[in-house]
């Protein structure tokens, strides 16, 4: 089956047209995590996330992911803490899935592969004054990644998995209100890595503090189905594609360093 042989995202899929290397990238994401590579910070502080259920505004299908937007126009829903030095926004947040749950994660660990990983995107409300802005700037963007397991069914992940028939073509949205993002955190959010790195989607810009988590969360096969149930193409599209390996094959280190927050 094709779930045997590691299936690459073809870049036939629209986001991947156009100019796709960034001109001398040497901070591209994902990247594999090399545990024993990676270098204890001790100033490293716990992340702090105050996130405001009712900033929650809707869920799309933006023909790659499905993002559920956050109201980021005030200081509702943020983060700091860790590797920031600023306070940052949560604008969106997305997951990036297999065909299978033997791969769909963008980060690995030591080349381990994970079915899915959620990301929660956020930018520095403190030298920019709107997400585009901060989207091509130096430290303009804050990234938590919390990879995902098949096991029993995540009891919070469900309101949003009952959203999902709603938007299963690409550009359809519903509204999506009064939900919670730091339910989909794993309990311990003091063990990470951070590193330096970018989008994995176009333009693919080098603005990322990345914050992966150490500690995953569990989601049961039949709601990571629902996922998978989602479509890349519109209604009116002759030939319907699944929603499936929506992830970015990890990139060269290039040199930099992973810091870890734990021993
Ligand atoms: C801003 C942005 C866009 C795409 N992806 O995958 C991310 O993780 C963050
Ligand atoms: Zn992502």
């Known amino acids: 089956t094709a779930c045997s042989s590691k299936f690459v995202?073809?870049?036939?899929?629209?986001?991947?047209?156009?100019?796709?290397?960034?001109?001398?990238?040497?901070?591209?994401?994902?990247?594999?995590?090399?545990?024993?590579?990676?270098v204890f910070d001790s100033k490293l502080k716990p992340l702090v996330t105050n996130y405001d259920p009712k900033s929650c505004q809707q869920i799309w299908n933006n023909g790659y992911s499905f993002l559920v937007e956050y109201d980021d126009s005030t200081d509702k829903s943020t983060l700091k803490g860790g590797p920031l030095q600023e306070t940052f926004r949560l604008c969106q947040f997305h997951f990036h899935w297999g065909e299978c749950n033997s791969w769909g994660s963008e980060h690995t660990v030591d080349r381990r592969l994970f079915p899915a990983e959620?990301?929660?995107?956020?930018?520095?409300?403190?030298?920019?004054?709107?997400?585009?802005?901060?989207?091509?700037?130096?430290?303009?963007?804050?990234?938590i990644g919390v990879f995902l397991k098949i096991g029993k069914r995540h009891e919070g992940l469900q309101k949003l998995v009952d959203a999902l028939p709603a938007?299963?073509?690409?550009?359809?949205?519903?509204?999506?209100?009064?939900?919670?993002?730091?339910?989909?955190?794993?309990?311990?959010?003091?063990?990470?890595?951070?590193?330096?790195?970018?989008?994995?989607?176009?333009?693919?810009?080098?603005?990322?503090?990345?914050?992966?988590?150490?500690?995953?969360?569990?989601?049961?096969?039949?709601?990571?189905a629902v996922f998978r149930s989602l479509l890349f193409t519109a209604a009116e599209e002759e030939?319907?594609?699944?929603?499936?390996?929506?992830?970015?094959e990890t990139q060269p280190l290039r040199g930099r360093t992973v810091r870890s927050s734990f021993t």
């Open 167 to 224: 938007i299963r073509h690409r550009d359809s949205v519903v509204e999506f209100t009064h939900f919670d993002p730091a339910c989909l955190l794993p309990p311990n959010i003091t063990e990470y890595w951070t590193y330096h790195g970018s989008l994995t989607t176009p333009p693919l810009t080098e603005a990322v503090t990345w914050m992966v988590m150490k500690q995953h969360i569990e989601v049961s096969h039949d709601q990571l």
């Open 9 to 38: 995202l073809s870049k036939v899929h629209p986001i991947w047209q156009g100019p796709l290397a960034v001109p001398g990238g040497d901070c591209q994401s994902p990247i594999d995590i090399v545990v024993r590579k990676s």
């Open 239 to 248: 030939v319907q594609k699944s929603m499936v390996n929506n992830f970015r």
């Open 118 to 143: 959620l990301h929660l995107v956020h930018w520095n409300a403190e030298k920019y004054s709107q997400f585009e802005d901060a989207l091509v700037e130096d430290n303009g963007l804050a990234v």
